[in-house]
T-cell receptor
Framework: DQQVKQNSPSLSVQEGRISILNCDYT??????FLWYKKYPAEGPTFLIS?????DKNEDGRFTVFLNKSAKHLSLHIVPSQPGDSAVYFC?????????????FGKGTKLSVKP | EAGVAQSPRYKIIEKRQSVAFWCNPI?????LYWYQQILGQGPKLLIQ????????DSQLPKDRFSAERLKGVDSTLKIQPAKLEDSAVYLC????????????FGSGTRLTVV
């Protein structure tokens, strides 16, 4: 049973437009959420995180929104750039597991077209 | 700072053989993680070390997988005997604060069991 779901396997966006990547979770005990970016043949790279006590966190072109009542979070990238093309993983922590035990979604492959 | 080093990058073995992976975390990072990423899935935690002690190995298939972190620095992950379903990328990560500011992942070892 997947506790973190990324229902869109892929997303294609034009350069300069907004990219919105979505993530849903089922475990209401999760209290921390992270986004990782992964290029081929490399390990995932930490991008941005948000605590469950907040509903928004912003870092440059990247903003994460959290809707606890809907158990939904999203990552917005504005403006999108070709270098943003990668697989994006949503991850959650605190669902009864040990601190540092991240539960990952399956990922969404973002393609930004020039 | 130097990243998380992993070796080998690729390994092909026959089923029932044994294999070992090595990880050197970022200097000073007390927490070390081994994740398994099967094709098309997100990473899944196998084992978490804090210094040289095991914090969480609840998802490690202990009948065939073992891991150690001697002296709280380098770590090895071993599979013996390997099964076809062990084909995956094995990612090592380290963090200084149990992950809340994101881990640093290595590039991984891609294992193919034939």
């Amino acid at each position: 049973d997947q506790q973190v779901k990324q229902n869109s396997p892929s997303l294609s966006v034009q350069e300069g437009r907004i990219s919105i990547l979505n993530c849903d979770y089922t475990n209401s005990m999760f209290d921390y959420f992270l986004w990782y970016k992964k290029y081929p043949a490399e390990g995932p790279t930490f991008l941005i995180s948000i605590s469950s006590i907040k509903d928004k966190n912003e870092d440059g072109r990247f903003t994460v929104f959290l809707n606890k009542s809907a158990k939904h979070l999203s990552l917005h990238i504005v403006p999108s750039q070709p270098g943003d093309s990668a697989v994006y993983f949503c991850a959650a922590e605190g669902g009864g597991g040990s601190q540092g035990n991240l539960i990952f979604g399956k990922g969404t492959k973002l393609s930004v077209k020039p | 700072e130097a990243g998380v080093a992993q070796s080998p990058r690729y390994k092909i073995i026959e089923k029932r053989q044994s294999v070992a992976f090595w990880c050197n975390p970022i200097s000073g990072h007390a927490t070390l993680y081994w994740y398994q990423q099967i094709l098309g899935q997100g990473p899944k935690l196998l084992i978490q070390f804090q210094n040289n002690g095991v914090v969480d190995d609840s998802q490690l298939p202990k009948d065939r997988f073992s891991a150690e972190r001697l002296k709280g620095v380098d770590s090895t992950l071993k599979i013996q005997p390997a099964k076809l379903e062990d084909s995956a990328v094995y990612l090592c990560a380290s963090s200084s604060d149990r992950g809340r500011n994101g881990y640093t992942f290595g590039s991984g070892t891609r294992l193919t069991v034939v």
